[in-house]
């Protein structure tokens, strides 16, 4: 039984939402896959707030119609299709899917679309080089933590230093006077 067509404008409708609230889409053929990889596909890409849609490729360049963000989507649109969109962390659901490829050999990534820029296999690749959000957020954490204990050994130092200077003139104050009060002594005793 095929699907009617309040179901299909459903399907539109719930796959032009979840397009808005994306950052990148990857359109992959999954011909080949079974129910129990696809599940598999979908848990694998979860963590990374990454959606698994498959659906038909006209029902997807309906959604995509009049979205300037996605056009270049359609020419990614023929044969087996299923979407990955990804909300976030676009890192992480790359290395989600590659992980994936490469235990089950049965996918080929075709591109994707970010920001109204096709993106062929090489370009997603470079995106999934790129560290995660949490990565980048750690080293972003521990640069600010770097420069604040500069920042305190820095103004730490300032008094050090000027107690250092004011104890170096008052050493040198001392040994003046005790060179004067020698000289004068001797000067004394030679009058004398």
Known sequence: MGRTIEDKK?????????????????????QGLTVAEIT??????RPSGTICKVTKNTLMGIAIEGEEKWQ?????????????????????????????????KKTELRGGVMDGRLLKEPDVKILGDLPSKEQLMAQIAGAINALATKIAVGINEVPASLARAMQAVA?????????SNSAESNSAEAES
């Open 40 to 45: 598999d596909l979908r848990r694998r890409l």
């Open 171 to 179: 050493d040198k104050d001392k040994g003046d006077s005790a060179e």
């Open 72 to 104: 270049p989507m359609s020419e990614l649109l023929k044969g087996s299709s299923a979407f990955l969109l990804v909300k976030e962390d676009f890192s992480g659901a790359i290395k989600a899917y590659q992980d994936f490829q490469k235990a089950s």
């Open 10 to 30: 459903a399907i539109v409708a719930d796959l032009k939402e979840i397009l808005s609230e994306s950052t990148l889409a990857l359109v992959i053929e999954y």
